[in-house]
């Protein structure tokens, strides 16, 4: 055979023999039902060291596995399978998922910060995967949090949301992102905005706990914790550089918001970087053209000539002075040099603005509008966290995860009054560091976790007057305390799983916490405080015992009973600021924590294949609660501020509160491209003398028709709200009629309302998706109950995401 041939010959065999070899390496993974490829598979070994996702055909490499590792699989669209090396070389490299008839996720990390199976866990918990998010388009973190029909939102102002879980909000709820608590030292009994600086075009996946989270994530943690991952840096799991990039560009036209986001990964076997940023503005939200004229806005102020200048709204449903915009940044650095250590750098970054706080710009008195400007300066966050797992395997641990995180916070707010040229300007900036190990062993049976954890906050508030005309700055009373204000927290955590029978799991745990709060007064020239500084230092035991029965396949009883408490934070104890009109809060130095018991008792059945329905009923006793309420300063119960006689308050431990209700949701799947899904939510909460709870909403949920194939999915649905009358509004709800419409007496309410919507997204080739919408199709005019902002009137969003 000439030399020629031979090399030739040769080469073929290497090239077949190499071509068996990489084809050995590359499984297929396709539907069970069509044979079509199903991309976006997770693909990873049991100790998730090892993690990719299909490709659009469906494709994965493995040769970066173990020959002894088992591969899971899991979609959401589809049953979670599992399958060693060995049987995939005996199928061909072929797996076949079957199609999932109900959207039920199997495994959950919040309950005790480790994945566990959902269905041995007794608390309730609803997760918001990434593909809702990208199906959805929320605005912001707190519009993705509306779209689990589960969670309240109140929005002060168009930059705003603050949600509501199980009666409980702002500060009696919990944010935590890579497993760092967001809430901070002055986290308010007022509505809140924080959640928004969260970019949710960098969120992977969501978790919603239900109920006292105490005994894992320890104050604040009372109505529930939104616990946030954001999207993780990839490994390799081939020879070659994994990269992946995703981009997006959305409008809206209610607010005529314009976003562009990009974010790319690339990965090696070992190293891998993860990096997004997000923009995005919005301009002056447009309500509903149909309902309530009390929510139009029919003038404004502006500054003009050096003279404040009421103009008349030439559409007064455009809500004048509401828009802002955002930048986001997040970045990931992953270094795992072997199976047992993974090592990660987080980033997150968002700055926003100036926020117009619109629900004081459509305050009158006397007759004219109250304010000349109102508007929170740009709202800066920025967390840096260090995340260590290890997984030795030894007799005290089988897994170690140790989060050490700095957070830098800065806020402002900026108030002047109408035909007054002097603005009044506070800023607060805070400085949280935390750290926190998690221990997880194994000991037979028995699944066993516990932990430790640290926290600081350093809050430094300071406040002046500056002449808007002359740039003449005065003295300011500050928000908070001017000198030290530091809050710090030290606990200790355990708990267990325990199967009492293959079929019945119960769950423990108890927790020790240590808060102490010192501030100092450097000038009290301003109120003449009988104090100059206020020192509190409380111990809390919290507890949660808890069982599920798995009474067979389709069947499923849960009960649990969990304790949980807030500890007064720098802003419950030194705040001086002006709640509304005619009233001014000051500090409490004698404030002790607020405890809530809570039980829970819930079933999920199915039933003839094709309907799932889950059933949760909820009782939760808040003991000792920090409450505003009158007050005496230095003997009087009013005092001259911001130029006004205004009556004192003050936050109090009073009396005790009961919240109860009960949350029903049903999946229908008559058909496998078609499922009907609806929820709703009952809540019901009075303080001990039957006066309504503050943070109580209105009954509410949604119902979607769901039409969905490979390349196209359809959602025609519609969120629903109950009438909150005058008789079942809270106080501080009905000192603020402004913000809602009248009834037949002259009385402030909140109307019902539903809105009809329908989005659509379509699979444009291989790497483009096109997302459509129109929110609020008939163009309701209604404001959700708390809101100081109408919601929006018809909206049309367009989306492109490029996946490359």
Known sequence: MPGDMKNMFFSLIIFIYASNILSAQTIKVIDSEDRKPVKDVAIFNQSKTRFGYTDLSGKFRIEAFNESDRL??????????????????????????????????????????????????????????????????????????????????????????????????????LLVVDGVRMNNAIFREGNLQNVIALDPNMIENTEIVFGPGAVIYGSDAIGGVMDFHSKKARLSTGDKLYYKINALARSSTANNEKTAHLDFNIGGSKIAFIAGYTYSYYDDLKMGSKGNENYRRYEYQQWLGNVDVIIPNTDPDVQVASGYSQHNFSSKLRFQPSEQLNVQFINHTSISSDVPRYDRLI??????????????????????????????????????????????????????????????????????????????????????????????????????????????????????????????????????????????????????????????????????????????????????????????????????GSTGFRAPNVDDAGKVFDSEPGAVVVPNPDLKPEYAYNIDVGITRELFKILHFELTGYMTLLD?????????????????????????????????????????SLQFAPARYFRVKSNLNLTKGTDNEGVPFRHVPPTFGSTHIVYENKKIKLDLYSFYNGQMSYENMSPSEIEKPYMYAEDDSGNPYSPSWYTINLKVSYQLGNLALINAGIENIFDSRYRPYASGIAAPGRNFIIALRLKI
């Open 72 to 173: 899971y699989f899991q979609h959401p669209s589809y049953e979670n399978i599992d399958l060693s090396i060995v049987q995939l070389r005996d199928m061909d490299n072929i797996v076949l998922l079957q199609y999932k008839t109900f959207e039920i996720e199997e495994f959950v990390v919040s309950a005790n910060k480790w994945e566990q199976n959902k269905n041995e866990v007794p608390n309730k918990i609803t997760p918001i995967r990434m593909a809702e998010v990208e199906f959805v388009n929320p605005q912001t973190a707190a519009d993705l949090l509306v779209a689990s029909g589960e969670v309240y939102v109140q929005k002060s102002q168009l930059g705003g949301g603050s949600p509501m879980i199980r009666g409980f909000a702002t500060h009696r709820v």
């Open 363 to 560: 305050q009158y008195r006397g007759g004219s509008l109250r304010y000349g400007d109102w508007y929170y300066g740009p709202q800066k966050w920025m967390m840096n966290n260090a995340t260590i797992e290890w997984k030795p395997g030894n007799r005290l641990f089988d897994a170690l995860k140790i989060v050490a995180a700095r957070q830098d916070f800065a806020e402002s707010r900026h108030d002047r009054k109408l035909n007054n040229t002097v603005i009044r300007e506070r800023y607060e900036e805070v400085i949280a560091y935390s750290v926190t190990a998690d221990f997880e062993k194994e000991m037979g049976k028995n699944l066993i976790f516990y932990g430790l954890e640290a926290i600081t906050n350093d809050v430094n508030s300071t406040a002046g007057g500056r002449d808007i005309i002359t740039g003449e700055t005065s003295p300011e009373a500050s928000r908070y305390p001017d000198g030290i204000n530091r809050y710090s927290s030290f606990s200790v955590y355990g708990g267990f799983k325990y199967p009492l029978s293959g079929s019945v799991f119960l769950n423990g745990g108890l927790r020790y916490n240590y808060t102490t709060l010192h501030s100092t007064f450097i000038d009290n020239s301003f109120y003449n405080f009988p104090f100059d500084e206020i020192d509190i230092k409380n111990g809390a035991l919290t507890g949660s015992v808890g069982a599920v029965w798995q009474i067979d396949d389709i069947t499923k009883l849960n009960i649990n």
């Open 624 to 664: 000792n609660a920090m409450v505003r309420r009158e007050y005496l300063f230095n003997g009087a119960d009013s005092i001259f501020y911001q130029n006004e006689m205004s009556q004192v308050l003050a936050i109090v431990n009073a009396g005790s509160a009961t919240v109860y209700g009960g949350h029903i």
